[in-house]
Protein backbone atom coordinates (compact mmCIF):
# COMPACT_ATOMS: atom_id res chain seq x y z
CA UNK A 1 0.00 0.00 0.00
CA UNK A 2 1.00 3.72 -0.95
CA UNK A 3 0.19 6.62 0.76
CA UNK A 4 -0.06 10.18 -1.06
CA UNK A 5 -0.37 13.40 1.16
CA UNK A 6 -0.54 16.63 -1.32
CA UNK A 7 -2.42 19.73 0.07
CA UNK A 8 -4.14 18.09 2.95
CA UNK A 9 -5.46 15.39 0.50
CA UNK A 10 -4.26 12.14 1.72
CA UNK A 11 -5.30 9.03 -0.70
CA UNK A 12 -4.08 5.71 -0.82
CA UNK A 13 -3.53 3.50 -3.75
CA UNK A 14 -5.96 0.26 -2.72
CA UNK A 15 -4.45 -3.56 -1.94
CA UNK A 16 -6.63 -5.00 -4.22
CA UNK A 17 -5.79 -8.82 -3.59
CA UNK A 18 -6.35 -8.93 -0.67
CA UNK A 19 -9.82 -8.05 -0.53
CA UNK A 20 -13.05 -9.44 -1.97
CA UNK A 21 -14.63 -7.30 -4.64
CA UNK A 22 -17.34 -5.52 -3.28
CA UNK A 23 -15.05 -4.41 -0.35
CA UNK A 24 -12.36 -2.95 -2.93
CA UNK A 25 -15.23 -0.70 -4.63
CA UNK A 26 -16.30 0.60 -0.98
CA UNK A 27 -12.97 1.19 -0.52
CA UNK A 28 -12.62 3.17 -3.82
CA UNK A 29 -15.88 4.97 -2.91
CA UNK A 30 -14.14 6.57 -0.30
CA UNK A 31 -10.81 6.73 -1.59
CA UNK A 32 -12.63 8.55 -4.92
CA UNK A 33 -14.51 11.04 -2.57
CA UNK A 34 -11.17 12.01 -0.59
CA UNK A 35 -9.36 12.52 -3.70
CA UNK A 36 -12.44 14.62 -5.51
CA UNK A 37 -13.30 16.62 -2.25
CA UNK A 38 -12.61 20.05 -2.66
CA UNK A 39 -12.28 20.15 -6.82
CA UNK A 40 -15.04 20.52 -8.91
CA UNK A 41 -13.50 20.55 -12.13
CA UNK A 42 -15.09 17.75 -14.57
CA UNK A 43 -11.56 16.94 -16.29
CA UNK A 44 -9.21 17.17 -13.61
CA UNK A 45 -11.77 14.62 -11.40
CA UNK A 46 -11.87 12.66 -14.29
CA UNK A 47 -8.13 12.25 -14.56
CA UNK A 48 -7.66 11.05 -11.00
CA UNK A 49 -10.21 9.13 -11.65
CA UNK A 50 -9.10 6.88 -14.38
CA UNK A 51 -5.64 7.35 -12.62
CA UNK A 52 -7.09 5.53 -9.56
CA UNK A 53 -9.13 2.57 -11.23
CA UNK A 54 -6.15 1.87 -13.37
CA UNK A 55 -3.78 1.68 -10.37
CA UNK A 56 -6.22 -0.24 -8.29
CA UNK A 57 -8.66 -2.91 -9.96
CA UNK A 58 -6.52 -6.15 -11.29
CA UNK A 59 -6.20 -6.75 -14.98
CA UNK A 60 -7.19 -3.35 -16.97
CA UNK A 61 -5.15 -2.47 -20.00
CA UNK A 62 -7.25 0.99 -19.99
CA UNK A 63 -9.50 2.74 -18.36
CA UNK A 64 -11.23 6.17 -19.43
CA UNK A 65 -13.23 8.49 -20.40
CA UNK A 66 -15.52 9.66 -23.21
CA UNK A 67 -17.82 12.69 -23.33
CA UNK A 68 -20.34 14.08 -25.34
CA UNK A 69 -19.47 16.85 -27.85
CA UNK A 70 -21.70 17.39 -30.55
CA UNK A 71 -23.67 13.86 -30.68
CA UNK A 72 -20.31 12.19 -30.82
CA UNK A 73 -18.28 10.53 -28.11
CA UNK A 74 -14.67 12.29 -27.55
CA UNK A 75 -11.62 11.11 -25.92
CA UNK A 76 -11.26 12.22 -22.11
CA UNK A 77 -8.74 11.72 -19.49
CA UNK A 78 -7.76 8.03 -19.37
CA UNK A 79 -4.92 5.58 -18.41
CA UNK A 80 -3.78 3.09 -21.19
CA UNK A 81 -2.01 2.90 -24.73
CA UNK A 82 -3.48 5.62 -27.50
CA UNK A 83 -6.96 5.76 -28.06
CA UNK A 84 -9.32 6.11 -30.56
CA UNK A 85 -10.65 9.79 -30.22
CA UNK A 86 -14.10 9.97 -31.54
CA UNK A 87 -16.44 7.49 -31.77
CA UNK A 88 -20.16 8.07 -33.14
CA UNK A 89 -23.10 7.04 -30.83
CA UNK A 90 -24.68 4.08 -31.48
CA UNK A 91 -20.98 2.47 -32.81
CA UNK A 92 -18.68 0.09 -31.21
CA UNK A 93 -19.54 -1.05 -27.13
CA UNK A 94 -19.16 2.71 -25.65
CA UNK A 95 -21.27 4.35 -28.52
CA UNK A 96 -23.92 1.58 -27.54
CA UNK A 97 -23.72 1.91 -24.14
CA UNK A 98 -23.78 5.65 -24.66
CA UNK A 99 -27.42 5.64 -27.06
CA UNK A 100 -29.09 2.98 -24.88
CA UNK A 101 -27.81 4.50 -21.54
CA UNK A 102 -27.49 0.92 -19.59
CA UNK A 103 -23.75 -0.34 -18.31
CA UNK A 104 -22.56 -2.79 -20.89
CA UNK A 105 -20.63 -5.52 -19.78
CA UNK A 106 -18.68 -7.70 -23.13
CA UNK A 107 -17.24 -10.73 -22.08
CA UNK A 108 -15.77 -11.36 -25.47
CA UNK A 109 -14.93 -7.79 -27.67
CA UNK A 110 -14.12 -10.11 -30.56
CA UNK A 111 -18.14 -11.18 -30.58
CA UNK A 112 -19.72 -7.83 -30.25
CA UNK A 113 -20.55 -6.51 -33.60
CA UNK A 114 -19.06 -3.53 -34.52
CA UNK A 115 -16.86 -3.71 -32.14
CA UNK A 116 -14.14 -0.20 -32.09
CA UNK A 117 -10.26 -2.38 -31.61
CA UNK A 118 -8.52 0.60 -30.23
CA UNK A 119 -6.16 -1.97 -28.41
CA UNK A 120 -5.51 -5.23 -29.50
CA UNK A 121 -4.82 -6.70 -26.25
CA UNK A 122 -8.17 -6.02 -25.32
CA UNK A 123 -10.33 -9.21 -24.75
CA UNK A 124 -13.63 -8.05 -22.40
CA UNK A 125 -14.95 -4.46 -21.41
CA UNK A 126 -17.41 -2.50 -19.44
CA UNK A 127 -19.07 0.66 -20.66
CA UNK A 128 -21.12 2.66 -17.59
CA UNK A 129 -22.77 6.00 -18.72
CA UNK A 130 -22.51 9.12 -16.97
CA UNK A 131 -25.83 10.75 -16.54
CA UNK A 132 -26.95 13.94 -14.82
CA UNK A 133 -30.43 13.86 -14.75
CA UNK A 134 -32.07 13.20 -17.86
CA UNK A 135 -28.48 14.38 -19.83
CA UNK A 136 -25.74 12.22 -20.84
CA UNK A 137 -22.27 13.44 -20.00
CA UNK A 138 -20.42 10.49 -21.47
CA UNK A 139 -18.76 7.54 -20.39
CA UNK A 140 -16.41 5.50 -18.34
CA UNK A 141 -14.79 2.39 -20.42
CA UNK A 142 -12.96 0.18 -19.03
CA UNK A 143 -10.64 -2.43 -20.82
CA UNK A 144 -8.94 -5.96 -19.99
CA UNK A 145 -7.03 -8.28 -21.91
CA UNK A 146 -8.59 -10.92 -19.57
CA UNK A 147 -11.70 -12.67 -21.60
CA UNK A 148 -14.85 -12.35 -18.96
CA UNK A 149 -12.92 -9.78 -16.49
CA UNK A 150 -16.23 -7.99 -15.73
CA UNK A 151 -19.27 -8.96 -14.08
CA UNK A 152 -22.22 -7.70 -11.90
CA UNK A 153 -20.29 -6.46 -8.62
CA UNK A 154 -18.27 -4.42 -11.60
CA UNK A 155 -21.53 -2.82 -12.63
CA UNK A 156 -22.23 -1.92 -9.13
CA UNK A 157 -19.28 -0.63 -7.90
CA UNK A 158 -18.40 1.43 -11.01
CA UNK A 159 -21.88 2.75 -11.25
CA UNK A 160 -21.36 3.97 -7.03
CA UNK A 161 -17.90 5.37 -8.17
CA UNK A 162 -19.36 7.11 -11.18
CA UNK A 163 -21.99 8.47 -8.92
CA UNK A 164 -18.95 10.08 -6.97
CA UNK A 165 -17.31 11.51 -9.96
CA UNK A 166 -21.57 12.91 -10.72
CA UNK A 167 -22.16 14.65 -7.70
CA UNK A 168 -18.07 16.13 -7.09
CA UNK A 169 -17.99 17.77 -10.31
CA UNK A 170 -19.69 20.87 -11.87
CA UNK A 171 -21.05 20.39 -15.29
CA UNK A 172 -22.35 22.73 -17.67
Same mark, same amino acid.
Given at each position: ???????????????????????????????????????????????????????? @??????? /??YF????????? $??? =?????????? =????????????????? $? *??? %??? /??????????? %??VV $??VK? %?? &??????? *?? $?????????? *?? =? &??? @????????? %? &??
Amino acid at each position: MRRVNERNMTSQVVESRSTSKTELYAQLAAQLSSLLAGESDLIANAANFSSLIFHS @LPDLNWA /GFYFVKDNELVLG $PFQ =GHPACVRIAM =GKGVCGTAAAEGVTTIV $P *DVH %EFP /GHIACDAASNS %EIVV $PLVKG %ER &LIGVLDL *DS $PLFGRFDNED *DQ =G &LNR @LVSVLIQSS %E &LQ
